[in-house]
């Protein structure tokens, strides 16, 4: 079974405050992705890693940045946050560059003050 | 401009109340449409991908099908711990996932 974990489930932080967000894949996954998830709004893409080191905006990157310096961990980070990042933050990973199905970690919500 | 729509937003049934959620979408050159489960406060399940019109997936009380311009996700002889949201995304030409709003469904005891 594929496994994506994120590192906290739960994350309260207070506006201005650096945010790390962690997601780590145990299968060796080339893609990883960066999503969040508001009501009525879906799920958006912020970033995504196709490669270590490698890394590609997504739809929303504004606020936010990323790393991936060891294939299986993503990581998201928020410079400064703001209350307009409180949200559902979800990573998901995948094989390959084709269609192949994403695989998402448990989710970490986010409520910045 | 690739596109996903679902419907009904939400759907409540009574417990062996068959039904069907819609999944209705536009795409340059489909790749695969994904369905997944999401319960409260968690991140989506993934239950199916199809990759090409007539191809047909089954999962105990689910079976989702395709055609050139929408997916159904049907559900027979509902119970309530079928009760979540059911999200449809595509992939296409342009290499991005698009996601619909989903579908909430409740299914009463």
């Known amino acids: 079974d594929v496994k994506v974990t994120q590192s906290s489930r739960y994350l309260v932080k207070r506006t201005g405050e650096k945010v790390f967000l962690e997601c780590v894949q145990d299968?060796?996954?080339?893609?990883m992705f960066w999503y969040r998830q508001d009501p009525g709004l879906g799920l958006r893409l912020i970033y995504f890693s196709y490669d270590v080191k490698m890394k590609e905006k997504g739809d929303i990157p504004e606020g936010y940045s990323v790393s991936r310096e060891k294939k299986e961990r993503f990581s998201l980070i928020l410079e400064s946050a703001s209350t307009n990042q409180t949200s559902m933050y979800l990573c998901?990973?995948?094989?390959?560059?084709?269609?192949?199905?994403?695989?998402f970690g448990p989710g970490t919500r986010l409520l910045v003050l | 401009e690739d596109q996903v729509t679902q419907s009904p937003e939400a759907l409540r049934l009574q417990e062996g109340e068959s039904s069907s959620l819609n999944c209705s979408y536009t795409?340059?050159?489909?790749?695969?449409l994904f369905w997944y489960r999401q319960d409260p406060g968690k991140g989506p399940e993934f239950l199916f991908t199809l990759y090409s019109a007539g191809e047909e997936k089954e999962k105990e009380r689910l079976k989702a099908t395709l055609t050139k311009k929408e997916s159904f996700l049907h559900i027979t002889a509902p119970k309530p711990e079928d009760s979540a949201t059911y999200l449809c995304?595509?992939?296409?030409?342009?290499?991005?996932?698009?996601f619909g709003t989903g579908t909430r469904l409740k299914v009463l005891a």
């Open positions: 995304a595509v992939f296409g030409r342009t290499y991005k996932y698009i």
């Open positions: 795409v340059s050159g489909l790749r695969g």
């Open positions: 299968m060796d996954h080339e893609n």
């Open positions: 998901a990973s995948r094989r390959g560059q084709g269609g192949e199905t994403q695989y």
